[in-house]
């Protein structure tokens, strides 16, 4: 039996600035740490400590569908250090667990380096906005800033659909209601369903995952609500992919004109190891809606909202090209990082050497 608890390597996860601690049986506990795991001192994980691990931290109303199911999701807080969001699996028929860190404090578009045309998705009293990047790319916490930009700004009602519950947000011009799927509502389907019948004014959906919450996301779009929600996509022309490859083929060009009328524009992110190997700062592609390219999204010519994004500064509209190269240009990321991360080396390259195939405008 290991003389350390759960909560113990979750204080330290919280001290060295972890961003996830994996936790298995027959391994040595691990924290992730600006991208890299790092494997600690610590003996590795027995039976009985995932046990007590389970005992501690699942709560009382999922602790039946822990035995029922092999992957649950569920928040954890340890009060005065931090909330966690815990995903609990099986690996070759033991508990594994994956603890994501979620501070109490919701960051601002500052503190994250976020661009100020961030904040226009706000504005915006009805449609659809995306916030896509791979697992871990900061995608809670971007649309946690939007979100508490709203609520620090506007006198809305917001409904949050989650899987788990991550940021606990405190009303202060707004008003909330949070909601978890498994404990405070059956699934994101029906929790959309209710949520419409909640006198909503912006839904935070935590991730779409099948046909069924897009066709509910988007009838709350066209209904006069604001939704943002997440998916796990790279870029703008990925995404919108995405959405309509949900559904099947005969569906599709009704989908494509339901969507092009309601969305609003995405936000692509990644998350890059800062040249002082002080921590990771956020590089995005940015697409706002214009005429132009819900015209594109009708005629499916999705490859030339690329070529309009480049041209776009006007309308704060950013390739991921564009915020690598700034982040480069103000010593924040290395070369290298920059080349590794771009979806386009050569015109990043270009854009280096100062031969722009865009806007001249590059600083943001």
């Not at 340890?78 to 994956?98: C, D, E, Q």
């Not at 504005?123 to 791979?134: A, R």
């Not at 707004?174 to 419409?196: C, E, H, N, P, V």
């Not at 991360?341 to 600083?363: A, C, F, I, P, T």
Request: aromatic share 10%; with cysteine; net charge negative.
């Amino acid at each position: 039996m290991s003389e350390y608890s759960i909560n113990s390597i979750l204080k330290k996860a919280k001290e060295i600035g972890a961003s996830d601690l994996h936790y298995m049986v027959g391994e040595v506990p691990c924290f992730r740490i600006n991208g890299k795991i790092l494997k600690s001192k610590l003996p590795p994980v027995t039976e009985d400590d995932m046990m007590r691990a389970i005992e501690t931290m699942v709560p009382v109303a999922m602790r039946d569908r822990i035995y029922q199911f092999y992957d649950s999701d569920f928040p954890y807080e340890l009060k005065g250090v931090s909330r966690f969001r815990v995903n609990l699996a099986m690996s070759f028929g033991f508990h594994s667990m994956t603890v994501r860190l979620v501070p109490y404090d919701i960051p601002t578009f500052e503190q994250l380096n976020l661009p100020d045309c961030i904040s226009n998705f706000a504005n915006f009293d009805n449609g659809i906005v995306l916030v896509t990047g791979v697992a871990g790319s900061g995608k809670s916490t971007t649309i946690a800033s939007l979100i508490e930009h709203i609520n620090q700004t506007k006198n809305k009602h917001i409904v949050t659909i989650e899987d788990p519950i991550e940021y606990i947000y405190r009303s202060s011009k707004s008003i909330f209601t949070q909601r978890q799927i498994g404990i405070d509502t059956t699934s994101y389907i029906d929790g959309l369903k209710f949520a419409l019948r909640q006198d909503p004014d912006v839904i935070l959906i935590g991730e779409i995952r099948d046909m069924e919450t897009v066709r509910s996301a988007l009838h709350a779009a066209e209904t006069g609500h604001l939704v943002f929600a997440t998916l796990h996509t790279f870029n703008a022309i990925q995404t919108i992919n995405r959405i309509l490859s949900f559904f099947p083929p005969n569906e599709r060009e009704v989908i494509r004109s339901q969507f092009a009328e309601v969305f609003r524009g995405s936000i692509s992110q990644k998350l890059l190891l800062k040249k002082d190997d002080s921590g990771r700062i956020p590089t995005f592609e940015i697409l706002f809606t214009t005429p132009t390219i819900k015209d594109f999204i009708l005629k499916d010519e999705l490859e030339e909202i690329y070529k309009l994004v480049q041209k776009g500064s006007y309308n704060d509209m950013i390739t991921f090209n564009m915020s690598l190269y700034n982040l480069y240009k103000q010593g924040l990321i290395s070369k290298e990082v920059a080349i590794e991360h771009s979806d386009n080396r050569n015109e990043l390259l270009q854009y280096m050497r100062g031969v722009y195939s865009g806007s001249e405008k590059m600083d943001f």
